[in-house]
């Protein structure tokens, strides 16, 4: 099974900060990659698929990049309203592996 | 409009049963493969269950295999997971998701005694 390791586990920014979190995969996973923000009591929401492709609605501010086996997830300018746990997965083969979560705070 | 509802979660000893169960709405549920994924309090995702659009291919993870069995209905538009011989680490809140873009907004089961 394909492991997916996200860092860091959780980071404190100021709003208006750029923030980066990274996925690394076990093995390539081409661009088969999924980010999601979520908020707590609520169910996981589809920011980006296919590593870099932002799903309809979603703020600009949110990207994603990378291919293989390493990506970044980036907020360009961090909202009050981003305060979130944010997670990748890939879909290149089965089980989906979800990554560690990302818990974004403000400083 | 998209919906996925779970149901059937609650309280259960350990060595217990419950049969969850998802109705899917707004897409073409036959067409698409499922899985259950859980999240324990205060923890990460975690992958259950995958069943494809057909029934035709299934997979479990590890910590469930032999203990939950998924199936669906297509006729019914609804995805089940069976779960037998419960334990107090099966405590989570279970959704229903193509894990994309269909997310349902989970039930919670508690196995304690």
């Known amino acids: 099974d394909i492991q997916m390791t996200q860092s860091p586990s959780s980071l404190s920014a100021s709003v208006g900060d750029r923030v980066t979190i990274t996925c690394q995969a076990s093995q390539d996973i081409s661009n088969y990659l999924n980010w999601y923000q979520q908020k707590p009591g609520k169910a996981p929401k589809l920011l980006i698929y296919d590593a870099s492709n932002l799903e309809t609605g979603v703020p600009s501010r949110f990207s994603g990049s990378g291919s293989g086996t390493d990506f970044t997830f980036t907020i360009s300018s961090l909202q009050p309203e981003d305060i979130a746990t944010y997670y990748c997965q890939q879909y290149d083969n089965l089980p989906p592996a979800f990554g560690g979560g990302t818990k974004v705070e403000i400083k | 409009e998209v919906q996925l509802v779970e149901s059937g979660g609650g309280l259960v000893q350990p060595g217990g049963s419950l049969r969850l169960s998802c109705a899917a709405s707004?897409?073409?549920?036959?067409?698409?493969?499922m899985n259950w994924v859980r999240q324990a309090p205060g923890k990460g995702l975690e992958w259950v269950s995958y069943i494809s659009s057909s029934s035709s291919t299934i997979y479990y993870a590890d910590s469930v295999k032999g203990r939950f069995t998924i199936s669906r209905d297509n006729a019914k538009n609804s995805l089940y997971l069976q779960m037998n011989s419960l334990r107090d680490e099966d405590t989570a809140v279970y959704y229903c998701?193509?894990?994309?873009?269909?997310w349902g907004q989970g039930t919670l089961v508690t196995v304690s005694s």
């Open positions: 998701a193509n894990v994309g873009d269909y």
């Open positions: 707004g897409f073409t549920f036959s067409s698409y493969s």
